[in-house]
């Protein structure tokens, strides 16, 4: 069974950064793509940025582009979210989220394998 476990959330200030990091256990397939997508209080759950599983093929949403970056450490089977120049709009709760499948399906589709449990982000102005 697969099992994504999430960690980095907090409180920040408005122009600050965060780190959020998701790793992965139980992988059983070579191809995979992990994620992250976030839901603010009365919104619905949105795409923020995808990896391959070889951290080649990457898509971000467009109010993310150019501020925050997806990487993913293969060998621990371990994807990060580095979000700089932070604003209260990205406040959320934000999930870490993996499909067995391209990197593409799971940014079109936007609906994972699984899920982690999320953590919160909290940006004050």
């Known amino acids: 069974q697969v099992q994504l476990v999430e960690s980095g959330g907090g409180l920040v200030q408005s122009g600050g950064s965060l780190r959020l990091s998701c790793a992965a256990s139980?992988?059983?397939?070579?191809?995979?793509?992990m994620g992250w997508f976030r839901q603010a209080p009365g919104k619905r759950r949105e795409f923020v940025a995808v990896?391959?599983?070889?951290?080649?093929?990457?898509y971000y949403e467009d109010t993310v582009r150019g501020r925050f970056t997806i990487t993913i450490d293969i060998a621990k089977n371990t994807v990060y979210l580095q979000m700089d120049d932070l604003n209260p709009e990205d406040t959320a709760i934000y999930y870490c989220?993996?499909?067995?499948?391209?990197?593409?399906?799971?940014?079109?589709?936007?609906?994972?394998?699984?899920w982690g449990q999320g953590t919160q982000v909290t940006v004050s102005s």
């Open positions: 139980g992988l059983t397939s070579d191809t995979y793509a």
């Open positions: 990896i391959s599983g070889s951290g080649i093929v990457r």
């Open positions: 989220a993996l499909l067995a499948g391209a990197a593409q399906r799971l940014r079109t589709t936007q609906k994972p394998d699984y």
